[in-house]
């Protein structure tokens, strides 16, 4: 069992999730970050800190964000870790707010 970034963390960069992860096991491209799960201890830490909803437990991964399990898994390993907290993205905001947030 793992945590899981899905996508509404496109274009987003809160990084509010990064402060609290024990071990380090979010990493990031220009678009969205990963959790290695190889690595995440499943503490659920970070769930509640993301403001867009972006991370869930993989069992309680809606159906349609399923595939995301897979995205993490072949993408965290490859990236840079992330642990500091960053700027937004510019339109961050705006984004949350798309999304009901
Ligand atoms: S807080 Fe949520 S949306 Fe922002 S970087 Fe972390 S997982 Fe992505
Ligand atoms: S569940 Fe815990 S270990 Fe896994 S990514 Fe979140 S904070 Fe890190």
């Known amino acids: 069992m793992t945590t899981v970034v899905t996508d509404n ?3 987003c960069r809160f990084t ?3 402060t609290v992860c024990p071990v380090d096991c979010f990493h ?3 678009e969205m970050l990963y959790i290695d799960p190889d690595v995440c201890i499943d503490c659920g830490a970070c769930i509640p800190l993301c403001p867009v909803q972006a991370i869930y ?3 309680d991964l809606p159906e349609e964000k399923e595939r995301w399990i897979e995205v993490n898994a072949e993408r965290a390993p490859d ?3 992330i642990n500091e ?3 937004p ?3 961050a905001e705006e984004r949350k707010a798309e999304l009901g947030y």
Do not use: A, H, I, S
Request: net charge negative; with cysteine; hydrophobic share 20%.
């Open 85 to 87: 907290q960053q700027e």
């Open 16 to 18: 509010d999730c990064v």
């Open 28 to 30: 990031g491209d220009d």
């Open 89 to 91: 993205y510019p339109g």
């Open 9 to 11: 963390c496109q274009r």
């Open 57 to 59: 437990e993989e069992m």
């Open 79 to 81: 990236l840079p870790v």
